[in-house]
């Protein structure tokens, strides 16, 4: 079926019609290069980022900013955090929202100023993914590249979904497990496209590049050869994980076929160019994230403070009690 799937997506004048589409991204991606929109490099080096929190960690009011040591300032996870695609390297910069084999459900809050940390919240409750066995909560580090933006209120090309109006998914395959709110570089190695509830949801497949296995992968194959069943548990996982909470499981676009790291590094281009055009106020429409920003100084969004920094504390408050149901299994068919 991939095959034929194949043959006949990529044949005769829709080849040249999606080449021809392909080519001209490129060339606006590359004027936009030229001439951006604004100032779009940030104040902040990693280096000088740390984190501040306020409220209690698993608990509706816990909220994890950024913070610029070297400003003083708290900034934003979405817009400050700077990208960083190297696309020789094939490399950008990371934030961490869920640590693999965990359950709770932090994302990056596309509504609040400064965009922090919060753990997703239904009916009043913070939201813990179940155990889909044999896996025990996330099957990846779990986070989001900054300065992406799938965008809602554009279909795209090849698949004619909208986005799902956050930044680009990202799943880091490295041995560390990584911290809520930590930034790391990766490199970047493939892709796959979730639709959820009808709603394209790219999950970018990327490891640590401090991670000793960095050096031997440059490309998706390499990850079906050096880390076998990886990437099958991978797609198995994201297509069944909301069939325990009663919802329909996933679709994965493409036959479930990943992207390759070079079509990947275009991807993020892309969406790139998407986040740009929705800090510069150019994507109107309702319901988008909030685009305050310490560091776009030429942005509608941009503001000398976000958040009173002295309101926060560098070290949380004891953590509330996970809810003990969290343990519990589930089975699901691979049908």
């Given amino acids: 079926m991939m095959k034929k799937f194949d043959a006949a997506f990529k044949s005769g004048p829709q080849l040249r019609s ?37 409220g209690t960690k698993y608990s509706p009011d816990f909220k994890k900013y950024s913070f610029d040591e070297s400003t003083g300032k708290v900034i934003s996870y979405f817009h ?21 084999w965990s359950n709770a459900k932090f994302e990056i809050n596309a ?49 004619s979904l909208y986005g799902d109006n956050d930044p680009l998914d990202v799943c880091d395959i490295g041995d560390e497990v990584l ?47 050096r880390c076998p069943g990886l990437l099958e548990a991978t797609r198995q996982w994201f297509r069944f994980y909301k069939v325990p909470d009663g919802k329909p499981k996933n679709h994965i676009a493409f036959n479930g076929k990943f992207k390759t790291q070079q079509e990947t590094v275009e991807l993020l281009e892309e969406y790139h160019s998407a986040w740009k055009r929705l800090v510069s106020g150019e994507t109107k429409g309702e319901g988008l994230p909030n685009i305050s920003n310490t560091t ?29 149901d969290v343990n519990l299994i589930y089975y699901s068919s691979n049908d």
């Fill in 80 to 100: 400050d955090v700077p990208l960083g695609l190297d696309t020789s390297n094939r490399t950008a910069n990371m934030i961490a929202e869920i640590p693999r």
């Fill in 18 to 54: 999606l080449g021809m589409a392909r080519a001209l991204d490129r060339l606006a991606l590359s004027k936009q290069h030229l001439n951006p929109t604004g100032n779009f490099t940030p104040a902040a080096s990693l280096s000088s980022l740390a984190s501040l929190n306020e």
């Fill in 111 to 159: 509504k609040l100023p400064g965009n922090p940390i919060t753990q997703d919240v239904k009916d009043g409750k913070v939201r813990f993914v179940k155990n889909l066995f044999p896996y025990h909560g996330y099957v990846h580090n779990y986070g989001a590249f900054p300065q992406t933006w799938e965008d809602p209120t554009t279909k795209d090309r090849e698949l």
């Fill in 296 to 324: 776009l100084e030429n942005t509608p969004g941009f503001t000398s403070s976000l958040v009173n920094p002295s309101s926060l504390k560098k070290s949380q408050e004891p953590p509330a009690d996970i809810p003990s």
């Fill in 179 to 225: 911290e809520t709110g930590a930034i790391k570089r990766v490199k970047i190695l493939g892709s796959m496209a979730l639709v959820d509830s009808g709603e394209l949801d790219w999950k970018i497949i990327v490891i640590n590049v401090d991670d000793p296995m960095a050096k031997e992968l440059h490309d998706i194959h390499d990850v079906y050869v």
